[in-house]
């Protein structure tokens, strides 16, 4: 065998080995590429993240507006919630104020959130009444109310309770005071507990979105 055909021999089987490198090595990728990433640890945020989101409780209640919401009503953004009532005297307030700083402090690359209000007192928060309170922290600010055992159903698929007792006759509300992050098909994706820092909530939903954008992406591979 002379010279010539031998570096063609070489040559030949050179490429089948690249070619054959090449084909695993894609579909190593394939492969590793289609498995989800683990939920980020944002333990350091306060901040929990659920590998697999949670459904929320099925529900009809009633929005700031007057509107009909339901469950598939939350699909198509981020939005989150918080269990509160309207003549909170200082968690509600705060706790408003800090999710309206986090709003402001958002990249506008990011998708912009809602911020979900469910009332704990349907008995006082009127439509009306959650219309004027969100109003004053921003238009993606928003309220629910209805059934007592609807908002309470709710209220639980978010990780979160709340209890009415009256003292001397006046109304007191307990609740849960963390923040609930739902993702856009709806589902509970994060729970954000206290203290609140605005920038670390910020940060938490860049990563909390990124992160799920990647797992989409890789999803559809």
């Not at 402090?105 to 209000?117: A, F, K, T, V």
């Not at 992050?181 to 709806?186: K, R």
Request: hydrophobic fraction near 40%.
């Amino acid at each position: 065998m002379n010279r010539s055909v031998q570096v063609t021999l070489v040559a030949l089987l050179l490429l089948v080995i690249l070619i054959f490198g090449l084909v695993v090595g894609r579909q190593v990728f394939l492969v590793d590429g289609g498995e989800p990433q683990s939920a980020p640890d944002l333990a350091e945020m306060n901040t929990y993240v659920y590998d697999q989101p949670r459904p929320l409780a099925e529900f009809t209640l009633t929005d700031e507006n007057g509107e009909t919401v339901t469950r598939e009503s939350l699909r198509g953004r981020w939005t989150f919630a918080f269990v509160g009532y309207t003549n909170c005297p200082d968690v509600c307030p705060t706790a408003m104020a800090n999710l309206q700083r986090t709003n402001k402090l958002l990249s506008n690359e990011l998708p912009q959130p809602d911020y979900l209000l469910i009332s704990a007192d349907p008995e006082h928060d009127t439509p009306d009444q959650l219309k004027d309170y969100t109003a004053f922290f921003g238009e993606n600010f928003h309220g629910l109310t209805g059934d007592l055992e609807t908002l309470r159903e709710l209220a639980k698929s978010l990780s979160a309770v709340f209890t009415q007792r009256e003292v001397d006759g006046e109304l007191l509300v307990d609740h849960s005071g963390h923040f609930a992050l739902l993702n856009p098909d709806g589902e509970l994706a994060a729970l954000i507990q206290s203290p609140h820092h605005p920038e670390e909530m910020a940060d938490a939903f860049e990563r909390i979105y990124e992160w799920a954008k990647a797992n989409r992406e890789n999803a559809r591979s």
